[in-house]
């Protein structure tokens, strides 16, 4: 797919004031700082569409941008601001998880995580509230250029391992450097392909 409009539609505090679900919806998550803001400016390849970085404890707002006039992509609040706690719900905000449990035209969540580290508690935890939830999702590490071959490998291999504790499938993985401009054209096929609402 390529990309040929990328309009910011607004900012909303909660899922009653999103935009009519009139467009199948790509929502992107993850801790603050994972790169975000710099994925979704090289996926649309329109620097500055993401604003960098929201302050820990600033307002939540899941941006809108309507992409090529025929879907939309959420940009969610990040999480893991909140204090180590055993209980996901604590982690990240009531808001995301009403937007991504009631949100009618969510066709996919992407879960951003740095390529760099080893699989974080409030990750997994997300991840399998997601799964517990039957929302689909993938996995997508951010910052791959930052990493060896071999440091990746590593980190992937725990990811896959956390991962099969709990689920017999694996989500589809994107590996993505928003400075190499690696993994756009595979995340833009992916939602191409799954473009169906
Ligand atoms: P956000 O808080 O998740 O939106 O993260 P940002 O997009 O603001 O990125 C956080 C920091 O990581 C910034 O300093 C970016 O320049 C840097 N960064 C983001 N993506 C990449 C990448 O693919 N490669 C490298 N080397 N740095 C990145």
Same mark, same amino acid.
């Given at each position: 797919?390529?990309?040929?409009?990328?309009?910011?539609?607004?900012?909303?505090?909660?899922?009653?004031?999103?935009?009519?679900?009139?467009?199948?919806?790509?929502?992107?998550?993850?801790?603050?700082?994972?790169?975000?803001?710099?994925?979704?400016?090289?996926?649309?390849?329109?620097?500055?569409?993401?604003?960098?970085?929201?302050?820990?404890?600033?307002?939540?707002?899941?941006?809108?941008?309507?992409?090529?006039?025929?879907?939309?992509?959420?940009?969610?609040?990040?999480?893991?601001?909140? #204090?180590?706690?055993?209980?996901?719900?604590? +982690? =990240?905000?009531?808001?995301? @998880? /009403?937007? !991504?449990?009631?949100?009618?035209? *969510?066709?996919?969540?992407?879960?951003?995580?740095?390529?760099?580290?080893?699989?974080?508690?409030?990750?997994?935890?997300?991840?399998?509230?997601?799964?517990?939830?039957?929302?689909?999702?993938?996995?997508?590490?951010?910052?791959?250029?930052?990493?060896?071959?071999?440091?990746?490998?590593?980190?992937?291999?725990?990811?896959?391992?956390?991962?099969? #504790?709990?689920?017999?499938?694996?989500?589809? +993985? =994107?590996?993505?450097?928003? @400075? /190499?401009? !690696?993994?756009?054209?595979?995340? *833009?096929?992916?939602?191409?392909?799954?473009?169906?609402?």
């Amino acid at each position: 797919m390529s990309i040929h409009s990328a309009d910011f539609i607004k900012s909303s505090p909660k899922i009653e004031e999103c935009p009519e679900p009139d467009f199948p919806e790509y929502a992107f998550i993850g801790r603050s700082n994972v790169g975000k803001s710099s994925l979704i400016n090289m996926l649309t390849n329109k620097k500055g569409l993401a604003k960098t970085s929201s302050t820990p404890g600033k307002t939540q707002l899941i941006n809108h941008f309507l992409i090529n006039n025929s879907w939309y992509l959420a940009d969610l609040p990040g999480y893991g601001y909140a #204090k180590v706690s055993k209980k996901t719900r604590e +982690i =990240f905000s009531k808001m995301i @998880e /009403k937007y !991504i449990l009631n949100r009618k035209n *969510l066709v996919n969540v992407f879960i951003l995580v740095d390529a760099r580290h080893l699989p974080l508690e409030n990750d997994l935890e997300f991840i399998n509230w997601l799964g517990e939830k039957e929302i689909p999702f993938s996995l997508v590490f951010t910052k791959i250029d930052k990493v060896s071959q071999r440091e990746f490998a590593f980190n992937f291999k725990k990811y896959m391992q956390e991962l099969r #504790k709990t689920w017999e499938e694996v989500p589809t +993985i =994107f590996k993505t450097s928003a @400075e /190499k401009k !690696i993994g756009q054209e595979e995340i *833009l096929s992916f939602i191409e392909d799954t473009n169906k609402y």
